[in-house]
């Protein structure tokens, strides 16, 4: 089982990236998919997540609005579209699977090795 993610960089506080995860040995259709954050110093940040069934998502206060959380089935790949992106959002994201939903990292007992996201001008 593996969880790829990527899509990270470097954008300008206001600009918009779109990660990407991407799995082999599982169907991320079969899972709640999660989207964390850790930025340096900082304890891993629960950022949003899609269920496996209806596709239900969550996020945190500190993205509601401004991030969404997009599954395409067909490529078995969840994103994460980050638009509005401020400086306090810089921090390695990571993606991870789980059976159950919620933002606890805990929860998760697949995960992908991060991508960092750097939000500078």
């Known amino acids: 089982v593996q969880l790829q993610a990527s899509g990270g960089g470097l954008v300008q506080p206001g600009g918009s990236l779109r990660l990407s995860c991407a799995a082999s040995g599982l169907r991320l259709d079969d899972y709640v998919i999660g989207w964390f954050r850790q930025a340096p110093g900082n304890e891993r940040e629960g950022v949003s997540y899609i269920t496996r069934r209806d596709g239900s998502t969550e996020y945190a206060d500190s993205v509601k609005g401004r991030f969404t959380i997009p599954r395409d089935s067909a490529k078995n790949t969840v994103h994460l579209q980050m638009n509005s992106l401020k400086p306090e959002d810089t921090a390695v994201y990571y993606c991870?699977?789980?059976?159950?939903?919620?933002?606890?990292?805990?929860?998760?007992?697949?995960w992908g090795q991060g991508t960092l996201v750097t939000v500078s001008s």
């Open positions: 991870a699977a789980a059976l159950s939903p919620g933002l606890y990292y805990q929860l998760y007992g697949y």
